[in-house]
């Protein structure tokens, strides 16, 4: 994937949760701030790409995770964040 400093904050900023480095009170506080605060350089960027990692990410991720448990929430996570790749390799 081409570098972008916004795009890559927030695959870095998922990446993270991913692994265990922040905690999902950190994710869930920080997750709408971060993308409203990079979706316009990821949107100047890439328009598919922001929109791809919107759905994936924001829209059938973190909108629907808000009643599971932590550990089905990282698996949510985890299997959009799987799917937004997918879905920019397919594309690109």
């Given at each position: 994937?081409?570098?972008?400093?916004?795009?890559d904050?927030?695959?870095?900023?998922?990446?993270?949760?991913?692994?265990?480095?922040?905690?999902?009170?950190?994710?869930?506080?920080?997750?709408?701030?971060?993308?409203?605060?990079?979706?316009?350089g990821?949107?100047r960027?890439?328009?598919?790409?922001?929109?791809?990692?919107?759905?994936?990410?924001?829209?059938?991720?973190?909108?629907?995770?808000?009643?599971?448990?932590?550990?089905?929430?990282?698996?949510?996570?985890?299997?959009?964040?799987?799917?937004?790749?997918?879905?920019?390799?397919?594309?690109?």
């Open positions: 994937m081409a570098k972008n400093k916004s795009v904050f927030m695959i870095s900023f998922v990446q993270e949760y991913l692994d265990g480095k922040n905690e999902r009170y950190f994710f869930d506080l920080d997750f709408n701030h971060y993308l409203i605060e990079h979706y316009p990821m949107e960027f890439n328009p598919d790409l922001a929109e791809c990692f919107v759905f994936y990410l924001s829209e059938e991720g973190f909108d629907r995770s808000e009643s599971l448990s932590d550990s089905d929430h990282k698996k949510l996570i985890r299997r959009q964040f799987k799917k937004f790749f997918d879905a920019m390799r397919d594309r690109f």
